[in-house]
């Protein structure tokens, strides 16, 4: 059996709670350790001790976990030579001293999550950096050794014009990073902005007028996926890619999904039943082969590259062309669909409306 060759561990802990954050984090840090040694019993009882290709320490925030322990669950895993092994990171953890120990552990890419440069809306959002510490969390950074580091931005913040989002574009192509991120803001229901939505957001038009502006000024990045930006295809992340390609990869830690052996999985959500009962997953579901399909196209056109649809074909015994004729012919009319040699891919204002456009092929 052919075991996954990428593992996502979460870290579900944060300092404070961003008022736009959905995911599964606590600020209750004191369960740090508990959670550390459930998290270690997952691993050893879960990974198959195969070689990885890649590794992504995600959140959370895991800059909140001292190095000891970070060293430790490293340990854990064999990874190859050229493995890419990803931490995310807040820039106010990020201090040199602290990211030289990360890269002589070994760890080669960083996440930043920085949001935006304008500190007005940093603060109604709820982040703790200013983006002066941003900015130092970069040269600290590449200083401690990364050469490969990814920036996160979003767009469509309270009160964010499409001039404040520039400024933030323009920066990201003045420092030394390789990677950008960019996420258009939801409100999730269960965020402080879920519960109290804030005042000055922006419409939908203009977040995308502001997706087209970072597509236009991230010009020296390779666009590569529908929200990331690489500046060659070195630095495109290997980790995500392997979920967009639809490969399998395991999850571990609290509320982290997986995907081994055709079944899709999370393991808790709840960080109390985590520590108590590591082991527990909240679902498994064994995919059949119509889902498989339907992800390997909803991934597939993720990518700027798009889907190859002989590999669809053979894989799913289907003929593409056929099966989909009407959304093909609708949408690549209408020029948000275009043709490859291979097969298909979106425009960049398909990308847009992409969620349309793809639960049309579900
Ligand atoms: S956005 Fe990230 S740092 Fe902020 S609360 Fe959520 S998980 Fe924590």
Known sequence: MQYPQSAYIHIPFCSSKCYYCGFVSTVNTKLKTAYFFSLLKDIDTNYHQNELLTLYFGGGTPSILPVEQVSKILNKFKLSNSAEITFELNPEHANLEYLEKLFNLGINRLSIGIQTFNDDILNKIGRKHTSKIAIDAVKYANKAGFNNISVDLIYGLPCQTIKDFEYDLRIINDINIQHVSLYGLKIEDNSVFGK???????????????????????????????????????????????????????????????????????????????????????????????????????????????????????????????????????????????????????????????????????
């Not at 990518?303 to 004729?325: H, L, P, R, S, V």
């Open 196 to 362: 109290k939505l804030p005042a000055n957001l922006p419409d939908d038009d203009l977040q995308a007028d502001m997706y087209l502006k970072a597509i236009e000024v991230l010009k020296k990045f390779e666009h590569y996926e529908i929200s990331n930006f690489a500046l060659s295809k070195k630095y495109q992340s290997k980790h995500n890619l392997n979920y967009w390609k639809n490969r399998e990869y395991y999850g571990f830690g609290c509320a982290a999904h997986g995907y081994e052996n055709g079944i899709r999985y999370a393991n808790s959500f709840d960080i109390h039943k985590y520590i108590d009962s590591p082991l527990m997953k909240d679902f498994g579901h064994t995919e059949t082969e119509h889902e498989k399909l339907q992800e390997e196209i909803f991934l597939g056109l993720r990518i700027a590259d798009g889907i190859d649809i002989n590999i669809i074909n053979e894989k799913f015994n289907i003929n593409f062309n056929e099966k989909y004729k009407d959304t093909i012919n609708k949408y690549k009319k209408s020029g948000h669909l275009i043709q490859t040699t291979k097969g298909y891919k979106l425009s960049n204002e398909g990308f847009l409306i992409s969620t349309i456009i793809l639960s049309e092929f579900l």
